[in-house]
C-alpha cells in the first residue's frame, strides 16, 4: 500500500484571507488504482499558498512516481482558488484538460500524476462532502461510471423484474483488446486516459434506463432493460464501432483502440431462476470466445 503524507502549513499574509469563498477542499476520488484506504480522503485547503508534490516539503505529499517533487501550486486570487502548474514531468490536468494555470470551480476534476482529486468549495462544503463520499461508493474514481458493486445490486433488480414480468433484459460485457501492451508501450498515465476516454464515448451513448459499470480493470458492462437479442446485439455492434471509429490521442501519442464484446440475454418469459452470476459468466464466455476468434467483435 502506498503511503501517503499530508501537511497542511498556514502561510502568513499582510492581507487577512478572503472569506467570501467560503471553505475549500481537495477529495482524493482514485489513488492510480482502484480503491485503496486513501479513496474519500479530503485534504483542507487554508492558508494563502499549498504546494502540491512528491517532496517531502510538499504541503500535500503524494507518494507517486507519477508526481514531481512540486508538481503543482495552489493559492488564492480574488477569493478563489486556483493552481499552476510547476512545469511538472507529467503535468497537470483539470477535467482532463491540461493546464499551466487554472481557477478552479466547485465541483471540478484535478489530476496529479495518475492521483485525482475534486475541488469542493463553498458555504456548502461539508454537505458536498459527504454527498461526494456517499457517490463514491457507487461510482469509479478514474472512469466516472457505476462501480461493479453498484451493478451488481442493479442486475439483481433487473432479472427479479425480468422473471416476475416476464420481460426480456440483456448483457454487455466488453474489454480492452490488447489493453497491457497499451500500457506497457506508452504508459499507464496513457492507459488511465484511455479508460476514461473509453468511458466517457461510450457513456454518451447510454440511456437513463441503461446502468454502464466499470466491472474491473480494463472490462465494463452495460444492463440493458427489456432489451431483446436483437437489439443488444445492434447495440453492441455500435460499441465497437465507436470505440474503433476514431483513436486516442494523449501527449502526441496516437493509439487504436478495440474493444471484444460478449451478450448475454433473457427472453421474455424466459429462464425464471437465472441469478446474476450465472448471467454474467454466459456474457463473460461469449467475451472470450470473441478474444479467441481474433478480437474487435461482437459474440453472443
Known amino acids: 500500500m502506498d503511503d501517503w503524507k499530508t501537511r497542511v502549513t498556514q502561510i502568513r499574509s499582510l ?61 488564492r486570487q480574488d477569493g478563489n482558488w486556483c493552481i499552476c502548474d510547476l512545469q511538472s514531468t507529467n503535468g497537470t490536468y483539470v477535467n482532463d484538460m491540461p493546464i499551466q494555470e487554472h481557477c478552479l470551480r466547485d465541483g471540478e476534476l484535478l489530476k496529479i500524476g495518475n492521483a485525482i482529486f475534486k475541488f469542493l468549495s463553498g458555504p456548502s462544503v461539508e454537505a458536498a462532502y459527504y454527498e461526494e463520499i ?48 497499451i500500457n506497457d508501450t506508452h504508459g499507464h498515465l496513457t492507459g488511465d486516459y484511455v479508460l476514461r476516454e473509453l468511458a466517457r464515448r461510450v ?41 474503433e471509429h476514431e483513436a486516442f490521442e494523449f501527449e502526441g501519442d496516437r493509439i487504436q483502440v478495440t474493444i471484444s464484446v460478449g451478450v448475454a440475454c433473457v427472453a421474455a418469459n424466459g429462464h425464471k431462476d437465472i441469478d446474476p452470476a450465472t448471467f454474467v459468466k454466459m456474457a463473460d464466455e461469449n467475451l472470450y470466445r470473441a478474444k479467441r476468434a481474433g478480437r474487435n467483435r461482437v459474440v453472443r
Open 15 to 75: 492581507h487577512p484571507s478572503p472569506v467570501a469563498c467560503g471553505q475549500a477542499c481537495l477529495v482524493l476520488i482514485y489513488a492510480g488504482t482502484p480503491g485503496g484506504s486513501e479513496i474519500g480522503r479530503r485534504f483542507e485547503l487554508v492558508g494563502e499558498e499549498l504546494i502540491i508534490g512528491r517532496g517531502a516539503d510538499a504541503d500535500i505529499q503524494i507518494d507517486r512516481d507519477s508526481v514531481s517533487r512540486r508538481h503543482a501550486r495552489l493559492y
Open 134 to 181: 456517499y457517490r463514491m461508493t457507487i461510482m469509479d474514481g478514474l472512469t466516472q461510471c457505476y462501480n461493479k458493486r453498484y451493478f451488481m445490486e442493479n442486475l439483481e433488480r433487473e432479472l427479479a423484474r425480468s422473471a416476475r414480468y416476464g420481460r426480456p433484459v440483456s448483457l454487455v460485457l466488453f474489454d480492452i483488446d490488447h489493453f497491457k501492451h
Open 203 to 243: 457513456r454518451a451513448r447510454i440511456r437513463k434506463e441503461e446502468i454502464f459499470a466499470r466491472y474491473g480493470g480494463e472490462e465494463f458492462a452495460v444492463l440493458l432493460p427489456e432489451a431483446t437479442q436483437e437489439a443488444a446485439l445492434e447495440f453492441a455492434e455500435q460499441l465497437r464501432r465507436l470505440v
